[in-house]
């Protein structure tokens, strides 16, 4: 084969390698979820019917939040799933008359609430799943024994989780966080994903 023959075919092999290697990348990201799928259905607006009457600006910030949102949504529920699965495991069905009196009676309020406002057709789960986000590591400070072969001390826990409420009181506002804010949910989430098996 004549050299620069040879040279072209080396070229086009390396490219081809390189699309091919390409492809694969952007399928695992596509599969992760990172990346939208290129050969489905176009992306449907995330506001649907609404997306119409939002201005661009609006839009953007909202999607940027929804991001958020849902990291703190999974974050939230992940941590009363862990309070909730470890207390029953070590205590019993009857666990839930160990946590604080405070927080059992505002939980029995909420769920007053609810049943009064049927209109609403909010449901009436389990009574973890009606804690606020703080009422959390209350409990866990209060059962320590509990929890202390997760966690390095309560201090940790309750920096994490009063800090993180802050956030998520800006987020339940429908207000929009700094980048530095969304940067410290994702560190404390990373932190409590190492920590927590």
Not at 75 to 104: H, T
Request: aromatic share 10%.
């Amino acid at each position: 084969m004549r050299p620069e023959f040879a040279e072209l075919a080396e070229t086009l092999h390396a490219r081809v390698f390189k699309g091919i290697l390409l492809h694969a990348h952007l399928e695992t990201r596509e599969e992760a979820g990172e990346l939208l799928p290129t050969n489905g259905p176009q992306r449907v607006a995330f506001l649907g019917d609404y997306n119409d009457y939002f201005s661009k600006e609006l839009k953007d910030r909202a999607e940027k939040m929804t991001y958020v949102y849902s990291l703190f949504y999974c974050f939230e529920n992940s941590v009363r799933d862990l309070v909730s699965q470890r207390l029953a495991e070590r205590k019993g069905s009857s666990w839930w008359s160990s946590v604080p009196d405070n927080v059992r009676k505002r939980v029995d309020q909420k769920k007053k609430d609810i049943e009064d406002n049927k209109w609403h057709q909010a449901t009436i789960g389990s009574d973890i799943s009606h804690t606020l986000f703080g009422d959390l590591a209350s409990i866990m400070v209060k059962e320590w024994q509990e929890f202390e072969d997760l966690f390095p001390s309560q201090a940790w826990v309750k920096v994490r989780l009063d800090e993180l409420e802050r956030s998520r009181n800006v987020i339940a506002h429908g207000n929009l966080l700094p980048d530095s804010e969304i940067e410290r949910i994702e560190q404390y989430l990373d932190d409590w994903l190492r920590q927590v098996p």
